[in-house]
């Protein structure tokens, strides 16, 4: 019997201020991103940490590719912090609306696909912004299955007592 994927997420603040600041970098028409970091809970999948894109980070307009040992380095510290695990990616789209392009799906489809990531599903945070100052940007969560991709609701953690949505 496999696990039921939660159908919401959580969002800590802390990774919501690290995509939150690093998403203003797209004020300069080139989109950005980084890894999830987390675990599944029963109810919820809880995104702890948020990657920035790293220092060889390749940004185009359309295009966003993350530093993959800079990542590497980053998802270690945190599974040594508070053993979060590789759970998705989340990046910038320069027009709404935040949701998954052809080429997002096509690359989840490629980790999903890959025997050793041995991904369920992946959880996908896109965001937009069509005023270009990324000040307010549109947030989109998705959890990403080898079938279909839902938008999932996001609940924001103030911190580990509290909520706020």
């Not at 998705?142 to 007592?161: D, F, G, L, M």
Request: with cysteine.
């Amino acid at each position: 019997m496999t696990t039921p994927i939660p159908k919401n997420i959580i969002l800590t603040a802390s990774a919501m201020s690290v995509i939150g600041e690093e998403a203003r970098a797209s004020t300069d028409g080139l989109g950005t991103g980084g890894i999830l970091l987390g675990a599944a809970e029963p109810d919820a999948i809880v995104v702890r940490h948020a990657g920035r894109p790293g220092p060889d980070a390749i940004r185009g307009p359309d295009f966003f590719q993350r530093d993959l040992q800079h990542a590497q380095s980053f998802a270690n510290q945190a599974f040594a912090l508070d053993h979060s695990i590789w759970i998705g990616e989340w990046h910038t789209h320069l027009h709404t609306p935040p949701r998954p392009s052809t080429r997002d799906l096509a690359t989840y489809q490629t980790l999903l696909s890959d025997p050793e990531l041995a991904f369920d599903y992946i959880v996908a945070i896109i965001l937009a912004d069509d005023t270009k100052d990324w000040h307010t940007p549109q947030l989109t969560a998705w959890i990403v299955t080898p079938t279909h991709a839902c938008a999932a609701p996001v609940e924001r953690v103030v911190n580990s007592e509290t909520k706020d949505s």
